[in-house]
């Protein structure tokens, strides 16, 4: 089409020009007394300069059309390959979830087969079953912030726990530092060092303290003009380390309760509490209802209360509101239990 129209643009200038020339050498024909004669060559020099300058236009807008159908033609087979992307994440979620729901199922098949309860052990066995399906059924819905305790006893004390060296030279050596690095690096692993540092930090000079030293982090340092990303993938598994740390030290604890007051002493708790204090206005910015609230961060402030023993410091209808943001993780009934609040929410703050 535009070549057709190009055509017919150049036999109209041909025809054009004729015309002018045939005119011209009418108006030489005559006797004219004028002395200024428009010459032929200048009138047609200027035509085809006119010519030159269409059509190098015209290859310009072909140029840019072809880089536009180009550029689309990228855009789409790129959207093409992020959809086909998309769907393959969900085709791998769903797989796990599968098998995840069949993994709970065969735990309570195998309990019922093997298992031949007296009366009483069938009430045991029974709240294993439930834990075990529980335990599966957490992690389906909550993956990454699951885990189940191994290897414990009821009063909470490790059975066969052996921690490995480099957390026994951290607690050794109380290097924070070296045992936030080390956890941050085994983020898969956090729930088993967790469990191996709660036997490991009996040989600490001061566990309570090694622990506390290690949250200094927590809530870096926002740099002027810029704002912490929450979202940060790095942050992030700095404060669960934080959490498994703490938990660690509640366990210690509660296997040597009530001979904890002297890792607990006055000096402990009051930088507990200066961190308490410190974070809490942290927490209120960032929101503390159920829909906006920040679960990890309201899960350390209240594991922060709950290990060192502070809670009473603290108004309880705030801690209560900090406790349902938190009410999908695994740790809120316990939490719920040790911070003293299962007067305010009964029922709910309960075990299982």
């Not at 005559?30 to 015209?58: A, G, P, Y």
């Not at 030279?169 to 469990?195: H, P, V």
């Not at 974070?279 to 922060?304: I, Y």
Request: charge should be negative; aromatic fraction near 6%.
């Amino acid at each position: 089409m535009a070549n057709s129209e190009q055509v017919v643009e150049n036999d109209a200038g041909s025809s054009l020009i004729e015309q002018l020339g045939r005119a011209l050498h009418e108006l030489e024909a005559c006797k004219d007394s004028s002395e200024e004669k428009v010459q032929w060559m200048e009138i047609e020099e200027h035509f085809r300069n006119l010519e030159t300058v269409l059509k190098k236009k015209s290859e310009e807008l072909e140029a840019r059309e072809k880089e536009y159908e180009e550029k689309e033609a990228e855009t789409r087979a790129l959207l093409a390959e992020r959809e086909v992307a998309v769907v393959t994440k969900e085709l791998e979620l769903l797989d796990r979830i599968q098998e995840l729901k069949d993994t709970a199922v065969s735990v309570i098949a195998e309990a019922r087969a093997n298992h031949q309860p007296s009366s009483l052990e069938c009430i045991d066995g029974g709240d294993n079953i439930d834990r075990k399906v529980s335990s599966s059924l957490a992690e389906i819905n909550y993956p990454g912030e699951y885990s189940q305790k191994m290897g414990e006893t009821a009063d909470g004390v490790a059975a066969d726990v052996k921690p490995r060296p480099e957390l026994t030279q951290f607690c050794e050596q109380m290097d924070a530092k070296g045992l936030l690095s080390f956890s941050m690096e085994n983020q898969k692993n956090l729930y088993a060092i967790r469990d191996e540092l709660s036997v490991a930090l009996e040989i600490a000079t001061e566990p309570a303290r090694l622990v506390l030293d290690s949250l200094e982090g927590f809530y870096p340092p926002v740099e002027t003009g810029q704002q912490m990303d929450k979202k940060d993938a790095a942050l992030q598994g700095m404060r669960k380390s934080c959490v498994i740390f703490m938990e660690a030290m509640a366990a210690l604890l509660a296997r040597i309760d009530p001979g904890a007051d002297h890792l607990l002493n006055p000096e402990i708790k009051q930088q507990a509490k200066a961190f308490a204090d410190e974070w809490k206005p942290k927490l209120a910015s960032a929101g503390t209802d159920a829909t906006n609230g920040d679960p990890l961060e309201a899960e350390a402030f209240l594991q922060l209360l709950s290990t060192f023993r502070i809670a009473s410091e603290f108004d309880e209808e705030e801690l209560c509101k900090l406790v349902l943001v938190i009410a999908q993780r695994r740790q809120a009934p316990e939490l719920c239990h040790s911070l003293g609040l299962t007067h305010k929410i009964p029922g709910w703050c309960s075990f299982n």
